[in-house]
């Protein structure tokens, strides 16, 4: 959590860009894959939106219930992001991930699936830590799918998303380490 607001995008608290990011968001639709303890969805509810956070860790649920349950408009389920997405019949208007479920689920499988979800021009956006040329996917304890912008850029498209866009945030000063952020419509 950052001084003026709960939902940051980077690893840096108060760094990059706010809500607006995601186009209007009061009451609309949210789900946020890996919301871990809550805070971005928080955010989001106080705004307006409906949010819906899933996480696979029960411990990150028991967290967000603990402290932001009381909001309305907020609730917590513990679950793999593909198999909530696979259960779901509605359609959302929104789905984030930051640092979360993207980063960590088989694109070939969670993309498809996301895409189902959005309603028609719905939004995607995702953020996490830039590729690491040093250290390849394959060579981490937890799997990570560390794709370039580009590569982003044409799994979505291959998966049936319009008007993408990705790229790398800088750090802020003194801090080595940009955010990839990569924004989508259905």
Not at 59 to 65: G, L
Not at 75 to 86: K, Q
Not at 104 to 119: G, M, W
Not at 171 to 178: F, L, Q, S, T
Request: proline share 8%; aromatic share 8%.
């Amino acid at each position: 959590m950052g001084a003026r607001t709960w939902l940051n995008w980077t690893q840096y608290p108060d760094h990059g860009p706010d809500e607006s990011l995601l186009g209007e968001v009061a009451g609309r639709t949210v789900v946020e894959l890996g919301s871990g303890s809550g805070c971005n969805l928080a955010h989001l509810a106080t705004v307006g939106a409906q949010c819906i956070g899933v996480d696979i860790a029960p411990s990150q649920r028991e967290k967000a219930v603990a402290r932001w349950g009381r909001l309305p408009g907020l609730s917590f389920h513990t679950a793999d992001a593909a198999e909530f997405l696979a259960e779901r019949t509605t359609q959302v208007d929104i789905v984030l991930s930051i640092f979360g479920a993207v980063w960590f689920t088989d694109p070939a499988r969670l993309l498809p699936l996301i895409r189902e979800r959005l309603a028609p021009g719905g939004a995607f956006v995702f953020s996490q830590r830039p590729p690491d040329e040093d250290r390849p996917c394959g060579t981490r304890a937890v799997r990570r799918w560390d794709l370039s912008p580009d590569e982003w850029t044409r799994r979505l498209f291959s998966a049936g998303f319009t008007r993408t866009e990705a790229g790398i945030l800088p750090p802020p000063a003194g801090e080595r380490v940009g955010t990839l952020l990569v924004r989508a419509r259905a």
